[in-house]
Structure formats: structure tokens, C-alpha cells
């Protein structure tokens, strides 16, 4: 059982975070290739 | 532009169309998941990791599953745009990896209390992880594109025989702690909107990886086309 | 059928005799098991953790490092006289290349575990009476997996600038199905248990082997193409 309710949505946060910069990043990166390359 | 190039680059183009709605499609699962699904009463706020970590380990799956058979045909049919293909699956199967490699920790240090532990899970997210990193190890290390291809291939097949061992042999594993919501056939149906945000998230998930695979491949066909040696 | 049988002996009795000449990776991977199992010795802190508990991951550890040094070695031989060009060039299939190689590295390996195992008894105060077959038959499935791959990859890995590195990485995974069988085995059988809990165990390992063997002689002539 979670003890630190406000602890536990820092997790949540984070993850969700997370999820954003991997995701977001590598779409930016193939976009910034795309454009690099002419499209 | 030769005909070549300009075919890739519509390939290009209609992969990035799927990223941006991929990925506006992920900000509304956000929005669904973190204010409009209910919090589950176990395991709190944590819990709704749940729904950017279950459909990762789906889209991993996925994608190894398609390096895995691309493989077979590229041995069979020798056709390098299998190579590239199967390499653009690899890349963002590591990408899906790498977000459940983030996620399960995160998830399991306030459930468990600990950031790590070898449940069949985590343990099974580490495998494809490796095997991911395994494989684009290989493919840098090589340099040669044809036998980058063939040797990748290999690499790629065995992978996918492996995982279903894996899967097994982790599941059987005895392990000491509980289990959270997990998707099993056997266990208890999930109330409707917490399905309902997984599915959505599924969807958003999928067509990122389609979004990615595609607008990779079109890259590596673009840049075969402009005769460039591509760096695998 | 002859003939493959034949080349298969061949090429497997060629690696051995390497190996019984030099001896130099025998001697390292012998030298290397009596040294794991003395340290774990050491670094166990006996009041709180008993032998019992970690004697089948400390076995198979040592058995797997032990193969790991035996499937470097595989082809690092023809490597460095150039000599798989040579090797390709007879009259010999590809998968006779493949069994022969597998059956130089199963009875290198073999060797190491067979030497180990008395060792593991004698460091360890493991109970074998009644469990020897069981504890041989399940490290000749487990190993027989793990070869195989291994054999492959070796071949794979020899083509690249750092091959030690590179084998480990790509072997890891192919690793956690038989040793986690072996090592599930192993306990269950140094505790006594009954035979119903082991057999579905052993059934995967045979899985594995069977699967694997197959899958990995399919595969290898592609490495072998020009």
C-alpha cells in the first residue's frame, strides 16, 4: 500500500515525463534527419 | 531528383504525418489517463503507469516480432529493402524498450518499494532490451552490408525463437510478490473506462511504431538512393 | 549421410587437437572454475547465508564463464591464420562445418564440467548421493542449448573487432532459458524434492535443445555465404 500519496504521484509524473522525452525525442530526431536530408 | 528519391521521400513524409498524430494521439491519452480514469484503489496514482508501460512492452513485442520475420524473408529473398526494413523495426523496437526500462522501475519503487526486482516482468523487459541493443550492437559493428544483412538476420530469427522460451521460463520463475494489475487472460476484467484508456493508449502506441518504422525506412531508401553508404 | 558423419569427426577432431596441444584455454577455463567456486567460499558470509542456498547458482556460473571461454575460443583459431577461407574451400558442407565446431566446443565444455562438478562437491559439501544422473543429465541439456547458440554466435562474433565483447552481449539472452532450467533443477534436486516438480523443467530444457540445435544448423550456412 502506498505510504506518500505525494510521493507517489512525483512517480507517476516522472514516468509519464519520461514517456514524452523518449517518444517526442525520437520523432523529433527522425524529423531533424528528414530535414537535414532534404525530406 | 531521381525517381528513387522522390519515392522516398513521400515514404518519408507520410511516416512523419504518423508520428505527429502519433504522438498528438499520445498527449490525449495523457489527458484521458491522468484526469479522466478513475485512480485505482490498491495502488494509487502509480498505478496509471500502467497505461504508457503495457502498450511499450506490446509495441516491443511487435516490433521484434517484425525484425524477427523480415529476417526470414530477407534470407530468403535476399532483398536488401528487407534489411533496411527490418533495421527500422529494431530501431524503434530499442525506443519502446528503453520506455519500459524507464517506466517499470518507476512503477515498482512505490508499489514495491524497491526500484528493482527480478519478477518475471521486469526481468522479461531487460531480455528485449538486451536483444535490441544486442542486435544493433551487431549492426554496428559490421561493415559490410551484406553481411551486416545476413549476419543481423541471423541474429534477428534466433531472437524471435527465443522469446516465447523466455517468456516460459520468466512467468514460471517463482516469484514473492504480488502481482499488480496485470493484463492475463485468467485475471479479473478491468473496469470499463481503465480498459477503455489502455485501448486508447494501444492505438496511440501502434501507430507510433508504424509512424517510426516507416519514416526510417524511407530515410534508408532515401539515402540509397542518393548512393550514400548508409550507417546500418 | 557418410559422408557428413565423416567431416563432422574431422573438423571436431582437428579443434580438439588443437586444444589438446596447446591446452592453454583448458588449463584458463579449469583454472578459472576452482577459482569461482574458492571465492564464492570466501565471500559468502557463512553465519547468514548457507552453502546450500547458493550452490546451484555458483555450479552453474561457473559452468556458463567456464563455456563462454571454450566458444571464444571456437573460432578464434581459424581468425588468426585466415584459415576459414581455407576451411570453406574443402569439400565439406556448411553444416558439417557447424556440427563439427559443436562437437569440438560440447566435449571442451563437457571436460570443464566434468572436472568442476568433483571439485563443487569438495568446496562445497553438496549432497550428490542419489542425485548424480539427475545433476549430469540436466547439465548435458542445459549445456547442449547453450553450446549451440553459442557455436553460431561465436562465428558471428569473429567478424567483429571486438569479438569478446560482442559474444556476451549477443549470447546474454539465449542464456536465461536453459540456465534458470538448470539452475531450477539443480536446487530442486539438491533438496530432495520429488521427480513431478523437476520434469517439466528438464521437458523445456530438452525444448530448447532441440529447437535451438535445429534452428542453429539452419542458419549457419547464411554466415558462411560469400
Known amino acids: 500500500m502506498p505510504a506518500d500519496p505525494s510521493a507517489n504521484a512525483a512517480f507517476m509524473w516522472t514516468a509519464y515525463a519520461a514517456v514524452a522525452v523518449i517518444l517526442g525525442g525520437y520523432g523529433l530526431a527522425l524529423w531533424r534527419r528528414a530535414r537535414r536530408l532534404g525530406r | 531528383m531521381t525517381p528513387e528519391a522522390e519515392r522516398a521521400r513521400v515514404v518519408v513524409r507520410r511516416g512523419l504525418a504518423l508520428v505527429a498524430i502519433g504522438l498528438l494521439a499520445l498527449g490525449a491519452v495523457f489527458v484521458v489517463a491522468l484526469r479522466f480514469t478513475p485512480i485505482e484503489r490498491f495502488q494509487g496514482l502509480p498505478q496509471k503507469i500502467f497505461y504508457v508501460h503495457v502498450p511499450a512492452a506490446w509495441c516491443a513485442l511487435l516490433a521484434f516480432t517484425v525484425v524477427g520475420i523480415a529476417s526470414i524473408l530477407y534470407l530468403w529473398l535476399r532483398d536488401a529493402r528487407l534489411d533496411l526494413f527490418a533495421e527500422s523495426a529494431a530501431s524503434a523496437g530499442l525506443v519502446f524498450s528503453t520506455v519500459m526500462l524507464t517506466t517499470g522501475p518507476l512503477w515498482g519503487k512505490p508499489i514495491w518499494g524497491t526500484w528493482w526486482t527480478w519478477d518475471a516482468r521486469l526481468t522479461f523487459t531487460l531480455f528485449l532490451f538486451f536483444l535490441f541493443l544486442g542486435y544493433r550492437a551487431l549492426r554496428g559493428a559490421l561493415h559490410d552490408p551484406g553481411e551486416r544483412a545476413r549476419y543481423s538476420a541471423v541474429v534477428g530469427i534466433l531472437g524471435m525463437v527465443l522469446v516465447p522460451f523466455v517468456h516460459l521460463t520468466v512467468y514460471l520463475f517463482p516469484t514473492v510478490h504480488p502481482q499488480p494489475i496485470v493484463l492475463k487472460p485468467s485475471s479479473p476484467s478491468l473496469p470499463w473506462e481503465m480498459l477503455r484508456t489502455l485501448l486508447l493508449s494501444l492505438t496511440a502506441y501502434t501507430v507510433l511504431l508504424i509512424g517510426f518504422v516507416t519514416t526510417r525506412y524511407g530515410l534508408g531508401r532515401g539515402a540509397e538512393a542518393r548512393g550514400e553508404l548508409d550507417a546500418g | ?226
Open chain 3, 1 to 226: 549421410m557418410g559422408d557428413l558423419v565423416r567431416a563432422v569427426f574431422a573438423i571436431a577432431g582437428k579443434d580438439l587437437r588443437v586444444e589438446v596441444r596447446s591446452r592453454t584455454a583448458l588449463v584458463s577455463a579449469l583454472a578459472f572454475a576452482a577459482l569461482v567456486l574458492v571465492i564464492f567460499n570466501f565471500a559468502r558470509d557463512a553465519g547468514s547465508v548457507s552453502r546450500e542456498a547458493l550452490a546451484p547458482s555458483v555450479l552453474w556460473i561457473t559452468f556458463t564463464f567456464s563455456g563462454m571461454i571454450a566458444l571464444n575460443r571456437s573460432f578464434a583459431l581459424e581468425r588468426e591464420n585466415a584459415a576459414l577461407d581455407g576451411l570453406l574451400l574443402a569439400p565439406v558442407s556448411r553444416s558439417a562445418l557447424f556440427l563439427g565446431k559443436y562437437l569440438a566446443n560440447l566435449a571442451f565444455v563437457f571436460t570443464v564440467e566434468a572436472v568442476t562438478l568433483p571439485l563443487f562437491v569438495l568446496f562445497f559439501g553438496a549432497d550428490l548421493s542419489g542425485v548424480v544422473s539427475g545433476i549430469v543429465l540436466t547439465a548435458v541439456l542445459a549445456t547442449a542449448g547453450f553450446v549451440a547458440v553459442g557455436t553460431l554466435f561465436s562465428a558471428i562474433a569473429v567478424r567483429t573487432r571486438f569479438a569478446e565483447l560482442m559474444l556476451p552481449l549477443l549470447v546474454l539472452p539465449f542464456l536465461i532459458p536453459p540456465v534458470i532450467g538448470a539452475v531450477q533443477v539443480t536446487a530442486r534436486l539438491l533438496a530432495g524434492r520429488p521427480m513431478s516438480e523437476i520434469l517439466g523443467w528438464l521437458k523445456i530444457l530438452a525444448l530448447y535443445d532441440l529447437v535451438f540445435v535445429t534452428v542453429c544448423l539452419l542458419l549457419f550456412p547464411a554466415l558462411m555465404d560469400e
